[in-house]
Nanobody, 121 residues
């Protein structure tokens, strides 16, 4: 069984910074693409940023220039550095990963439980 656990959310003022982490654990052979998604109250979940196993990144327009996604493949950990935060960044942030597991062998997509980010004006 594979688990993704996020941490690092909290309350921050406009213009502040937060660093989110996502630790993957379990019977993991390799994690392909990982990503951060967010869901604001009353809205659909949206992609924030993704990063492939080779480090190739993709950002939503709203995140470009302010957020940086990174990963530590050796530690199966994903990060999101968020700077210049705005009230509209308030949401639950979810970690996602395409995981190749060993037991049982196969590829599955996993979500974390989410971490709350609140940006006050």
């Amino acid at each position: 069984q594979v688990q993704l656990v996020e941490s690092g959310g909290g309350l921050v003022q406009t213009g502040g910074s937060l660093r989110l982490s996502c630790a993957a654990s379990g019977s993991i052979f390799r994690i392909n693409t990982m990503g951060w998604y967010r869901q604001a109250p009353g809205k659909q979940r949206e992609m924030v940023a993704t990063i492939a196993n080779d480090g190739t990144t993709n950002y939503a327009d709203s995140a470009k220039g302010r957020f940086t996604i990174s990963r530590d493949n050796a530690e199966n950990t994903l990060y999101l550095q968020m700077n210049s935060l705005k009230p509209e960044d308030t949401a639950v942030y979810y970690c996602n990963g395409d995981v190749i597991s060993l037991v049982p062998y196969g590829v599955s997509n996993y979500w974390g439980q989410g971490t709350h980010v609140t940006v006050s004006s």
